[in-house]
């Protein structure tokens, strides 16, 4: 029977199969975030409505319809004014007056003597206004009066009826009533709408001038003066408006007369040019520390207005460029233009690029050691390098170039310099030192020679020199190649080219970057002739790139654009003209790529006999005089002694720079290579050297070791 039991309750043990069960696992929603504060939530949203285009559109609205109402009352006041007083011919007479028209002034002064004489007699002529007005009224009465009876008369005789008689005057009397009726209906609205009407007028004038603020202006009606044509009242409101307490307040006094303060507007290049004499009170400093703000008061650019000082006292003398011009290239080189150009170093000026008027700017290299400064990547090698291009089509000048970056940019010069050293290492910085050195030595060779001789030009050119006055080497002597002390090697060097090099054709180019004074030591720096810098980063490195008294003048080459300004300099230098009274020029240089740079050294190298450049040697081994003589020697068929003497020197100054035309002959005796004689002076030839370097034993006699 127990197998028909059936159970009652349901059965709740877990089953018995071995199976795992997985337990799942709940993950409870994360909390949601906290509400924003009541007073963040309407903060958002009013900055959302404030903000909002229709709200900004709504409040322009507002603003320019009031603001129509502001400018018309002034229209009409004005007009009022100038009616019923001399200020229109007061201004006018102030204006011709600063204008130097006399002969308007003079006439404009006729005509307010005229107006105030008329006015005079109509406020006397108001004295007896009363007695005639009463006098006319009476006529007046009595004649109207008299008129209608006779008409009245000839009325009633028409008609045989006598009340006619009075019928005019009755009619006139019920018109007068009539009249008052009117006025009495009239009279409640139009003084409650006359306000309006008046409002609407004053509305209907500010709104045909467009008397609101440009912003407040319909797009469509704003007005954009940039690029605008510069005018005396635009350059008058610009200054008016710098900021300058006592510059604003003598241009309110003077009214329109404002135009006293500035010449003539001429035009110069892409832009113009004008003198402000500024009012008692102003300093120039004033107005050269508020160029941004002058720029824009002018609807132009910072980089498109320059301030200089002319020799005038408390005068400024503003170049404005036209929109957009300085941001447009000057075009190519002549150098790049005309192959058959020629150079003179004496003579000649070379074509570095444009002044800011548009005309050439040409600089003489004659006799002047130079410094080109500048940021990185400013266009500084390229700039210095466009003038060696243009004095190596001088075949009597010589070049020795150290290019302490090492980028290829001096190449071309493999050939046409007769150094060429290209590394930013201490090694290279050591070989330039020697190349400077020997550039001394020449110096001191020349200034011994009888007075009167001719001296060829020599080119001493290092690129990116703060690497040499920052170089930590030194010497077995403990003498730092770099830095700026008595001891410093190439400080020591430039400063003897710069004290006594150019009296003997023997000049230091340097190109640095980013002037401090630990890498461009101030007697260095000052010793240059012509210094030029492109875009800086500081008015104190202005000031060492091109003197205070450059910078005192207007020079701002830490105003030019970083980048955007690529090529444009700034130059203090005798050597280029410069308008007179100021201190410096700013030229936009020809850019010369390094393919158009190739192809005219190459035409310079074709106008002279053949140069063997001396690269970078060891000076830590022997070496050979007799090697030596025959590699600065090249490719020439002969070579005179003075020249072959002044190469060795440019090779290794320490081992050549004392040696004298015995020490040459010294070590060519015996080897067949001897120097002779050829045109009347002394040479020594290539295929004599050869020979000698052919036949002498391996470590015979013929090579000495120094």
Not at 241 to 268: C, Q, T, V, W, Y
Not at 361 to 387: D, E, F, I, P
Request: aromatic share 4%; net charge neutral.
């Amino acid at each position: 029977m127990t197998d028909n039991v059936v159970p009652l309750r349901k059965n709740t043990d877990p089953p018995t199969d071995t199976a795992t069960v997985t337990p799942l696992t709940v993950v409870p929603d994360p909390a949601p975030p906290a509400p924003l504060p009541l007073w963040v939530r309407s903060g958002h949203a009013v900055k959302r409505l404030a903000t909002d285009e229709r709200t900004t559109t709504m409040a322009r609205a507002v603003a320019r319809h009031s603001l129509y109402v502001v400018g018309g009352t002034r229209i009409v006041t004005r007009r009022a004014w100038d009616g019923r007083t001399g200020a229109r011919y007061e201004r006018m007479l102030r204006a011709a007056e600063a204008a130097g028209n006399y002969e308007a002034a003079g006439d404009w002064e006729e005509r307010l003597h005229r107006f105030r004489a008329d006015r005079h007699k109509r406020r006397m002529d108001l004295l007896t206004a009363p007695e005639r007005l009463v006098k006319g009224a009476a006529v007046g009465t009595a004649g109207g009066i008299g008129l209608l009876i006779a008409l009245g008369i000839a009325l009633a005789v028409a008609n045989e009826d006598v009340t006619d008689v009075v019928t005019p005057l009755m009619a006139l009397v019920e018109l007068i009533r009539l009249l008052v009726v009117i006025v009495q209906v009239v009279w409640g609205p139009l003084v409650a709408l006359g306000p309006w009407l008046a409002l609407a007028g004053l509305w209907a004038v500010g709104r045909h001038r467009n008397a609101a603020p440009n912003w407040a202006l319909p797009a469509g009606k704003r007005a954009d003066d940039a690029g605008a044509p510069i005018t005396p009242s635009i350059v008058v409101t610009a200054l008016r408006d710098l900021g300058i307490a006592p510059l604003r307040s003598a241009i309110k006094e003077m009214g329109d007369a404002g135009a006293a303060m500035l010449g003539p507007i001429r035009i110069a290049g892409c832009g113009v040019e004008v003198d402000v004499t500024l009012p008692s009170g102003v300093s120039t400093d004033q107005v050269q520390g508020r160029r941004r703000k002058l720029a824009e008061n002018l609807n132009r650019h910072e980089h498109e207005v320059f301030i200089t000082i002319p020799q005038a006292a408390r005068t400024v003398r503003l170049w404005i460029a036209d929109s957009g011009a300085l941001d447009e290239p000057i075009g190519p080189s002549p150098l790049v233009l005309d192959p058959d150009l020629r150079a003179s170093y004496k003579t000649g000026r070379a074509p570095w690029g444009q002044d800011l008027r548009g005309d050439a700017a040409v600089l003489s290299l004659y006799q002047r050691h130079m410094l080109v400064t500048g940021l990185s990547n400013q266009g500084k090698t390229a700039a210095v390098r466009a003038l060696a291009l243009w004095l190596a089509l001088d075949r009597t000048v010589e070049f020795r170039v150290a290019d302490l970056k090492g980028a290829g940019d001096w190449a071309m010069f493999d050939g046409l310099a007769t150094v060429l050293i290209q590394g930013p290492t201490d090694d290279h910085v050591i070989q330039a030192t020697e190349m400077v050195e020997g550039g001394v030595s020449e110096m001191e060779r020349r200034l011994t020679a009888p007075p009167g001789t001719a001296f060829p030009p020599l080119i001493i050119l290092v690129d990116e020199a703060q690497v040499a006055f920052m170089c930590p080497a030194v010497d077995d002597e403990k003498r730092q190649y770099g830095g700026s002390k008595a001891t410093s090697r190439y400080f020591m060097a430039a400063r003897k080219i710069h004290n006594q090099g150019r009296a003997v054709n023997v000049l230091l180019w340097q190109g640095t970057q980013d002037p401090t004074d630990q890498n461009l030591p101030k007697l260095v720096r000052e010793g240059a002739h012509t210094r030029a810098s492109l875009a800086l980063g500081t008015e104190s490195q202005a000031r060492m790139a091109l003197g205070d008294k450059a910078v005192d003048g207007g020079a701002a080459p830490h105003l030019l654009r970083p980048g955007l300004d690529k090529g444009t300099l700034v130059v203090a230098s005798d050597g280029i003209d410069i308008p007179a009274g100021q201190a410096s020029i700013t030229v936009r240089t020809h850019y010369i790529d390094t393919d158009q740079a190739t192809e005219i050294a190459d035409r310079a190298k074709a106008l002279r006999d053949g140069v063997t450049t001396v690269h970078v040697i060891d000076t830590g081994e022997p070496i050979d005089p007799l090697a030596d003589v025959a590699s600065v020697v090249g490719d020439a068929p002969r070579l005179l002694t003075q020249d072959v003497l002044k190469r060795l020197t440019a090779l290794n100054a320490d081992a050549y720079g004392g040696w004298s035309f015995v020490d040459l002959k010294r070590v060519l005796d015996g080897t067949g290579a001897e120097p002779y004689k050829s045109d009347g002076r002394m040479v020594v030839g290539r295929d004599r050297l050869a020979r000698a370097l052919t036949n002498r034993d391996t470590g015979g006699s013929t090579s000495a070791e120094v």
